[in-house]
């Protein structure tokens, strides 16, 4: 992919809309960065996305600012990651400073309170979208390690009420590191 001043300039506004108008965090910005990125500008494979968002939620901070990240150095190198950071935090930060000026009065507000209150059945939609499309990726796939890992950290969940999902991800990791060196290991073992 070329690199030019107009892949900055379609990088940094595809980072700064998406965040400016994308509202419930990076979970909700994730699948979306997908379907510009992949679907519509072909930027990305879906499964290099997919790749790009595990690390990005492994990785400490806000899940948006590190797909961001690696997605911009993905396609435009150190510029590029640079330039999709600052896509993705500037909204927010010009946002939460007007609200800081105004907070008493949004806080008060019964309109915007409301606002907030709907805004929540379409984050979960959107979180129940990336659940559906992940989880029948791994599925369509038909391996039976990552299809167990998927079943059984939903039973979990649901099951035993309180854990911590930081736990739920360590053995998650485990089994997954663990697989990948044995399945590097009989790679390496046979002819």
């Known amino acids: 992919m070329k690199r030019d001043h107009t892949l ?3 990088l940094f506004s ?7 108008f994308t509202f ?27 790749d790009l968002t595990a690390i990005a939620q492994s990785a400490p901070g806000p899940i948006a600012v590190n ?6 150095y993905r396609v435009g190198g150190p510029l590029g990651a640079a330039l999709s950071i600052l896509g993705t935090i ?7 400073s007007v609200v800081s000026l105004f907070y008493t009065a949004f806080r008060e ?15 979960s939609a959107v979180i129940a979208s990336v659940v559906v499309d992940m989880g029948g990726d791994i599925l369509r796939r038909r391996e039976w390690l990552p299809t167990a890992i998927m079943a059984g950290s939903f039973l979990v ?11 739920i991800l360590l053995v998650c990791a485990l089994l ?5 060196f044995a399945a590097q290991r009989r790679k390496e073992g046979s002819p």
Do not use: C
């Not at 500037?90 to 939460?96: A, K």
């Open 176 to 180: 997954g590191i663990t697989a990948t």
């Open 90 to 96: 500037l909204p927010p930060f010009l946002i939460l």
């Open 109 to 123: 507000n019964r309109v915007v309170a409301a606002v907030l209150k709907g805004m929540q059945a379409g984050v």
């Open 24 to 50: 419930g965090g990076g979970y909700v910005i994730v699948p979306l960065m997908k379907q510009k990125f992949v679907d519509q500008l072909h930027w990305l494979e879906e499964q290099e996305m997919l």
């Open 67 to 72: 797909a961001a990240i690696l997605l911009g």
């Open 157 to 167: 969940t649901l099951l035993w009420d309180g854990l911590n999902v930081a736990w």
């Open 8 to 10: 900055y300039f379609r």
């Open 14 to 20: 595809s980072t700064f809309l998406l965040s400016a």
